[in-house]
Nanobody
């Protein structure tokens, strides 16, 4: 079955950067649109960014625009989320997801999910 494994989370000071990775196995990576979502303490799941199957189309949440960049390497079956200018409000568990549609922000359009990686931003 399709498996997604996130990595790259950790503790960073406000203003710092992190790069998350999500390795996909068990499926044809290039057939999936990929998304990043997050869940902050006490809050619901929130869309962060998504990228189309070839990487040509990208979609960002307002909170991510100008600070985060999503990319993918179809040769490595991996999607990335470069996060810059982090603030404490970015503290959350970050999940990657794979779906059959375009780079959309609706989590219901994604069929496969990773276990998540914790990102903590200190002030």
């Amino acid at each position: 079955q399709v498996q997604l494994v996130e990595s790259g989370g950790g503790l960073v000071q406000a203003g710092g950067s992190l790069r998350l990775s999500c390795a996909v196995s068990g499926g044809t990576f290039s057939m999936y649109a990929m998304g990043w979502f997050r869940r902050a303490p006490g809050k619901g799941r929130e869309f962060v960014a998504a990228i189309g199957k070839t990487g040509g189309n990208r979609n960002y949440a307002t909170s991510a625009k100008g600070r985060f960049t999503i990319s993918r390497d179809n040769a490595k079956n991996t999607v990335y989320l470069q996060m810059n200018s982090l603030t404490p409000e970015d503290t959350a568990v970050y999940y990657c997801a794979a779906g059959g549609f375009g780079p959309v922000g609706n989590p219901l359009d994604y069929n496969h999910w990773g276990q998540g990686t914790q990102v903590t931003v200190s002030s």
